[in-house]
């Protein structure tokens, strides 16, 4: 499902110079498979989803989503691939202000298939528990709340993997469990494969396979041996 090879990418710091934040030899995930990346802060876990979603483009290094390589793609194609093949559950949510939750969820769909499928988004968003907030603006729902409906976008389109970074970062821990068991139940109904970032032990040990950035980032290999 997922192939990553040797994955490189840096950032220009202000005074011209090059940051190396990743560099990844190889990464893989299978179909339907359900795995959690866990590491220190700024130690480019954010940057490695992104360069997997295609959001960033990594400086060299290969990318395969659904035997679909997209890194030889451009933009637009990225993006393409994006909307059809991927979920993301971004930390801060990303939902439109102006837009209900059920709104949110059907203007995902646009993305890829250009349709609405209005059965689709209702029957999310009844699954994450939110039947009776459908016509809520974000403005009107519980941090908890936005969460689901970001959860319930994400899936909407039937992706082949889906990405999701903190889900819980900003939810109380009374609801942070709820969060990881809809988006592992959703996965597992639907054979999605899962790549969780997390900072949390709890959320961790949930899962039978727990990658840490550290083991296969050779970027912080190397910090780590000159440190």
């Known amino acids: 499902m997922l192939n990553v090879t040797n994955l490189k990418k840096a950032f220009k710091l202000p005074d011209g110079t090059s940051l190396p934040i990743l560099h990844i030899p190889e990464f893989h995930l299978d179909a339907a498979e359900q795995a ?45 691939v994006r909307a059809a093949k991927l979920g993301y559950v971004f930390q801060t949510f990303n939902l439109l202000s102006g837009f209900t939750a059920l709104e949110n969820v059907r203007l995902g769909m646009t993305f890829a298939s250009g349709r609405h499928d209005l059965k689709r988004a209702t029957d999310l968003l009844n699954r994450v528990g939110l039947g009776e907030r459908l016509h809520h603006k974000p403005g009107a729902l519980s941090v908890g709340q936005q969460q689901r409906v970001a959860v319930a976008r994400a899936l909407a389109n039937r992706p082949k993997l889906l990405l999701t970074d903190e889900p819980t970062a900003n939810i109380d821990p009374a609801n942070q469990q709820t969060i990881i068991d809809l988006i592992r139940e959703c996965c597992q109904a639907e054979g999605i494969a899962l790549l969780m970032v997390t900072h949390s032990s709890e959320v961790a040990g949930q899962f039978d396979r727990v990658e840490s950035l550290s083991d296969f980032n050779q970027v912080l290999e190397t910090a780590s041996a000159e440190a």
């Not at 959690?36 to 876990?45: A, E, H, I, N, R």
């Not at 997997?52 to 451009?74: C, H, N, Q, Y």
């Open 36 to 80: 959690v990346l866990v590491g220190q802060s700024g130690g480019g876990k954010t940057t490695f989803l992104h360069c997997i979603a295609g959001i960033t483009a990594p400086d060299s290094g290969k990318v395969e989503i659904d035997s679909i390589e997209t890194t030889r793609l451009s933009e637009a194609g990225r993006d393409r």
